[in-house]
């Protein structure tokens, strides 16, 4: 992407009442990005527990889904990966010429859908914690 | 770059949903121990998969990160170090990664 179309700043938080369907679902694909690498970034440090030993692995990750706050989050990072997963297909069909006529009621059919798995997964994660 | 986004993006779009729901729905994240991640990693066809899901998520995610920040203007001089770092991040990350993967199959080398 040598030359980036110029969006502007999305820092630049005044201007979010004169955001589009589609400047808000390039915000969102953004932030889910952001949250996304991050979570990879520490997801593979948690699991190098498993140089340290079994023993410590199995402990490490216990552990931590013990945490009513762990199994909060991860429901959160559930709905930013189905977001990124529906809107990335949005944009992959967008790319391909397909649907670009429909792309705002595709980006509010992410985020029903986003939506929807979300809830639904909650038992699921939040099942023996609380 | 920008082609390998897209063949990354497809290939994640299909492996994320499987990881998630194989850790989460499948089986219960809350009862993972060693034993159970070293039966799935000791699968060839798994072991392969999640080696190839690392290199492709870290690649999407940090050209990502690259092109969003290229997007709010970093240049010149900056701009080339803030490549070198990703570049250098990015290995280390799969380097640690691979040394894991293979840590959770029972492969040792050396």
């Not at chain 1, 969006?7 to 949250?35: L, Y």
């Not at chain 2, 290199?55 to 240049?75: E, P, W």
């Not at chain 2, 170090?81 to 199959?105: F, H, P, T, Y």
Request: glycine content about 10%.
């Amino acid at each position: 992407m040598e030359e980036a179309y110029d969006r502007g700043v999305i820092e630049d938080f005044g201007r979010w009442r004169e955001f589009s369907a589609g400047m808000w679902a390039w915000v969102f694909h953004k932030f889910t990005g952001w949250v996304l690498v991050g979570y990879l970034f520490v997801h593979i440090p948690v699991l190098s527990t498993a140089l340290v030993g079994a023993e410590t692995y199995t402990a490490t990750i216990q552990g931590l889904e013990s945490l009513p706050i762990v199994r909060v989050l991860e429901v959160g990072l559930l709905a930013v990966a189905v977001f990124h997963i529906m809107n990335g297909t949005r944009l992959l069909f967008i790319d391909l010429g397909i649907g670009l006529e429909r792309q705002k009621v595709s980006f509010y059919a992410s985020l029903l859908i986003t939506a929807i798995i979300a809830v639904a997964s909650v038992p699921t994660f939040i099942s023996g914690v609380f | 770059m920008w082609f390998l986004q897209r063949v990354t993006a497809v290939f994640l779009i299909g492996v994320l949903a499987f990881h998630f729901f194989q850790l989460h729905f499948v089986e219960h994240a809350a009862d993972i121990e060693f034993a159970g991640t070293q039966a799935r990693m000791q699968q060839p066809f798994y072991f392969a998969t999640m080696v190839l899901f690392l290199v492709a998520a870290t690649f999407h995610g940090v050209n990502g990160v690259y092109n969003a920040l290229i997007n709010q203007g970093l240049d010149g001089r900056a701009r080339t170090v803030v490549k070198w770092v990703l570049v250098l991040a990015s290995l280390g990350l799969i380097v640690q990664g691979i040394r894991v993967a293979m840590a959770m199959a029972g492969v040792h080398i050396g």
